[in-house]
């Protein structure tokens, strides 16, 4: 496809909408926005352009992607449903839950996407500039953070060029993500059982609550869906966690009645703090401080998925 100056800045209107359908069309790459964090799209169903994928983000060939789909009837063409998954569907999508179930035979999507698995990861977003991407496009979109492999994940279009700069073809424009954590992945197993293997905004309880059974833990060291490394959403610079004060050296991220540099929330709100934890990370890395000291989050709620994210972080 023809390159122009890159990486393209497209509003989020109907024109911009439409370069970035086009542009997905001939195999490039995009990143745009969701609920949860910026994504970089590409079609899911051919392999040089979920190559392109893994060579900008630098990412491990190993480790999968999640294909964001625009309904449930385009993810049925994908993917095998059993009963526990159309109603994890009727109750969380669209929204920031993605769902790991068994590849259909013959299914239009590049083997890299699934890293070669028997499985492959399905979110439908709720995001109106991702899902008119999606329609717009007419395609199934691989779209995993759209920053460099293990570094902290974009919620502003801004992040997502500091990032990948050049390496991606264009980023639309839809100012700052809500949730500001990535989805929560739950893996359905064809035994019955379940798993969370990326905490994320929707909490355990929720899911729980649908499906009736209590989740089983993660054995498998197994690479199943994005999130799972250990390193990952790292600023840079060594992290330090639970630190009520900050030293000379370190700059400090607080939390409630933790003040530090910044706060990801003064009032002690979760849900504020899980939309600013990640552009604090980044304002974390570009200070003149060589080390970062995040105060304590509870673990309750979305706790537990900021939690996820600053103790990869810090590994």
């Not at 496009?137 to 919620?155: D, F």
């Not at 504020?272 to 105060?295: D, F, G, I, K, N």
């Amino acid at each position: 496809m023809e390159r122009t100056s890159r990486p393209e800045q497209l509003a989020a209107n109907s024109a911009g909408l439409a370069r970035a359908a086009t542009l997905l069309r001939e195999g490039g790459l995009v990143a745009v926005p969701t609920e949860t964090v910026y994504g970089l799209t590409a079609r899911a169903d051919r392999d040089e352009s979920v190559a392109a994928i893994y060579r900008a983000k630098g990412r491990p060939s190993f480790n999968p992607l999640i294909v964001h789909i625009a309904d449930l009837e385009a993810a049925q063409r994908i993917a095998r449903f059993d009963a526990r998954a159309l109603a994890l569907a009727a109750a969380f999508w669209p929204g920031a839950l993605t769902m790991v179930l068994p590849l259909k035979e013959g299914a239009a999507i590049a083997s890299a996407v699934t890293a070669g698995l028997p499985t492959v990861a399905l979110r439908c977003p709720a995001h109106p500039i991702m899902r008119d991407v999606i329609v717009e496009s007419g395609l199934p979109l691989a779209g995993p953070s759209a920053n460099r492999s293990g570094g902290v994940s974009p919620t502003t279009a801004a992040h997502v060029v500091a990032s990948l700069g050049d390496r991606i073809d264009a980023v639309v424009d839809g100012g700052a993500c809500e949730a500001g954590l990535e989805s929560t992945i739950v893996a359905l197993r064809e035994d019955g059982r379940w798993q969370v293997l990326r905490p994320g905004p929707i909490p355990v309880a929720r899911i729980r609550d649908v499906l009736g059974t209590e989740p089983d833990a993660v054995t498998s060291h197994e690479i199943e869906a994005p999130g799972q490394l250990a390193s990952h959403y790292a600023p840079g610079k060594p992290v330090r966690l639970d630190a009520r004060e900050a030293g000379a050296d370190e700059f400090h991220i607080g939390f409630g009645p933790v003040e530090g540099h910044v706060s990801l929330s003064p009032s002690g709100d979760l849900a504020e703090a899980a939309s600013r934890l990640y552009a604090l990370l980044h304002e974390s890395a570009t200070s003149e401080l060589p080390r970062v000291a995040v105060a304590p989050v509870p673990s309750e709620g979305i706790g537990a998925a900021i939690n996820d994210r600053l103790r990869r972080a810090a590994a």
